[in-house]
T-cell receptor, first 116, second 110 residues
Framework: GAGVSQSPSNKVTEKGKDVELRCDPI?????LYWYRQSLGQGLEFLIY????????KSGLPSDRFSAERTGGSVSTLTIQRTQQEDSAVYLC??????????????FGPGTRLTVL | DAKTTQPNSMESNEEEPVHLPCNHS???????IHWYRQLPSQGPEYVIH???SNVNNRMASLAIAEDRKSSTLILHRATLRDAAVYYC???????????FGAGTRLTVKP
């Protein structure tokens, strides 16, 4: 079946512009995560959606960052007034959540954002 | 959140076993130990997880210390394809958010 998809795969923007990054999780996965990874660094947690619960936004670095998840499926990460330090690969992951055995995270290919 | 500590990098020779350590001295009773790895230019992928007992799967083995303050990911025969960054992560109650650390960059030499 289809995995997690993200679009665009690459985005180049100018400093000060707004960008939207999209994540299509695996169908039926109720948990969705956004991370960002700067060059040569580990993953930085940004936000976590789980079903109808309020999202865990504790990882968002500033109020320029926001995310929403519509209908419990597709998610959009928005960065307003982009800065050069926002340049990174933005990774989305989804996970089925339910009782029983462990449900692993499945990652998308990422969106490489370059802010000039 | 309980934190994990891993060496920044390790090297191994091809077809030799690799033991990747992880310290988690502040682990709580409901924290599960997870391992993911990230191959070059890819998103992370699941490797293995456990709670108290040692675990084996087709990819690796996970050895958990009796006091659970440390664990070791074991690759029985390293291949060139195993070169990746390996992340050790604690997840509360096996059903929560996941916070990745810096991981261990494994280099496999032919």
């Amino acid at each position: 079946g289809a995995g997690v998809s993200q679009s665009p795969s690459n985005k180049v923007t100018e400093k000060g512009k707004d960008v939207e990054l999209r994540c299509d999780p695996i169908s039926g996965h109720t948990a969705l995560y956004w991370y960002r990874q700067s060059l040569g660094q580990g993953l930085e947690f940004l936000i976590y959606f789980q079903g109808n619960s309020a999202p865990d936004k504790s990882g968002l670095p500033s109020d320029r960052f926001s995310a929403e998840r519509t209908g419990g499926s597709v998610s959009t990460l928005t960065i307003q007034r982009t800065q050069q330090e926002d340049s990174a690969v933005y990774l989305c992951a989804s996970r089925p959540v339910g009782s029983g055995s462990y449900n692993e995270q499945f990652f998308g290919p990422g969106t490489r954002l370059t802010v000039l | 959140d309980a934190k994990t500590t891993q060496p920044n990098s390790m090297e191994s020779n091809e077809e030799e076993p690799v033991h990747l350590p992880c310290n988690h001295s502040t682990i709580s009773g409901t924290d599960y130990i997870h391992w993911y790895r990230q191959l070059p230019s890819q998103g992370p992928e699941y490797v293995i997880h456990g709670l108290t007992s040692n675990v084996n799967n087709r990819m690796a083995s996970l050895a958990i210390a009796e006091d659970r303050k440390s664990s070791t990911l074991i690759l029985h025969r390293a291949t060139l394809r195993d070169a990746a960054v390996y992340y050790c992560i604690l997840m509360w109650n096996n059903n929560n958010d996941m916070r990745f650390g810096a991981g261990t960059r494994l280099t496999v030499k032919p």
